[in-house]
């Protein structure tokens, strides 16, 4: 063995002892997972620089296989997350809040994976007052479960009520956890964040002390199968970006499996994203389908998936997933609701078939880290900042610059009133 993996082993070992936060060690108290705070992952990529992490959509268990095997080949921090339409209480996939970190930490210790993750909650979303008296129950059980990040996603509501909602579950937040905020609700090119918004939101937060590591923005994507060339807006986020410069908050970008790896490698460059969530790419290369070289689904003349023969699930599996979806009438869009009622049945299948599902999201994300998000040898750079700060959590990248007497609920209220914003058209735009 030589010096430089005897090193390396040594340093994950005592990143080991040191990074991983309380609910990890009490769940897992004898795991060899290094599961961290993804403040640590954020920060990894800023210390690369022009960077992202990519926070892959474990919507089945060969995609999260894939993922953590790809990340350890390129030597990458990861993210691994669910979203509460995915994974929620009223999930489509089997992969929920609730068994996520169980299934990581399982499949890290029988891979003998070495590389740093983080079990992100994505968009736990706040669509009406209820919802916020839900959320004070159920977003402890997520972190009592594993979790060691979320975002807060009241981006459906009006901007004074989402960084309300923001302020008040912000205390059911860990300090050491991951935190990520929205402005704008993901929705294409309809609805765009704009600065005001982006600060509004931000300067609020800052006032009463909470300092998210991401913003996400409503910049020109959507979720799922994108049908538009337009995609991300890298100017548009851009200077959003700079506006929220002295608050140093990253960006995490949603929505990326519909964007060409030219725009992609934009973002890293010109922007200060340093987060990149990847679904349905994820999803449908895993089952075998046919996609572009950047994972949007391809489709036939028919406007139907086209099934690559040999790869992802066997074609008996993909006739019966396509009968179900036809008799139930959902649209390729909606193919994701395939998840729940299938997961059984793929994990059934032999394991020369589920190895090809896992080694076909395992190459296409590597490809992404390595060749388009630049996060390859991130891993090493988490691991040094654990082990120099000798702490599991890194603290906040800002303090407090905003008076808190600006930002009383009062005055929030009054200052939305003068932010002038086009929301765009209403709807359910969750994936």
């Not at 268990?61 to 339409?85: H, P, T």
């Not at 209820?130 to 009006?158: N, R, V, W």
Request: glycine letters at 6%; hydrophobic letters at 40%.
């Amino acid at each position: 063995m030589s010096n430089n993996r005897v090193n390396n082993l040594i340093d994950f070992e005592k990143a080991l002892e040191i990074g991983r936060p309380p609910n990890i060690v009490k769940l897992f108290p004898n795991s060899k997972a290094l599961i961290v705070s993804a403040k640590f992952i954020d920060r990894a990529m800023i210390a690369k620089g022009k960077a992202i992490a990519m926070a892959a959509n474990g919507r089945n268990y060969f995609v999260i296989r894939g993922a953590l095997k790809a990340a350890q080949r390129a030597n990458a921090a990861i993210i691994i997350e669910i979203a509460k339409s995915e994974g929620g209480a009223n999930a489509y996939c089997a992969v929920n809040y609730w068994n996520i970190a169980r299934l990581v930490d399982a499949m890290c210790n029988e891979l003998n994976i070495t590389i740093p993750v983080a079990l992100h909650a994505d968009h736990y979303g706040i669509k009406k007052d209820e919802d916020i008296e839900e959320a004070k129950t159920e977003i402890p059980t997520l972190f009592e479960a594993g979790i060691t990040s979320i975002a807060i996603d009241a981006s459906h509501l009006p901007d004074d009520k989402n960084l309300l909602a923001n302020i008040e579950l912000s205390p059911l937040v860990p300090e050491w956890a991951g935190l990520e905020t929205e402005v704008g609700e993901i929705k294409g090119k309809e609805g765009l964040s704009t600065v005001d918004e982006a600060l509004f939101l931000i300067q609020g937060l800052n006032a009463n002390n909470i300092f998210p590591d991401w913003i996400a923005l409503n910049n020109g994507t959507t979720h799922g199968i994108e049908a538009s060339d337009k995609g991300i807006q890298v100017g548009l986020t851009a200077k959003i970006h700079k506006a929220l410069a002295k608050y140093n908050i990253s960006g995490a970008q949603h929505g990326t499996s519909g964007n060409s790896s030219e725009r992609l490698r934009e973002i890293a460059s010109k922007t200060r994203t340093t987060k990149a969530n990847v679904a349905t790419a994820l999803q449908m290369i895993s089952w075998g389908i046919k996609v572009n070289d950047y994972g949007n689904a391809m489709l036939d003349n028919d406007g139907k998936l086209i099934k690559v023969k040999g790869e992802g699930v066997t074609e008996k599996i993909w006739s019966e997933m396509v009968a179900y979806a036809e008799a139930k009438g959902l649209k390729t869009g909606n193919y994701k609701e395939l998840n729940l009622p299938f997961e059984n049945r793929l994990l059934r299948q032999p394991k020369e078939i589920r190895e090809r599902m896992t080694k076909r999201v395992e190459d296409f994300i590597y490809n992404m880290l390595v060749n388009v998000l630049n996060a390859q040898d991130t891993a090493s750079l988490v691991i040094t900042s654990i082990i120099d700060s000798k702490t599991y959590d890194p603290g906040p990248k800002t303090k407090r610059l905003e008076d808190p007497v600006d930002w009383t609920p009062e005055k929030i209220v009054k200052k939305a009133k003068s932010i002038i914003i086009d929301k765009g058209p209403k709807g359910d735009f969750d994936d």
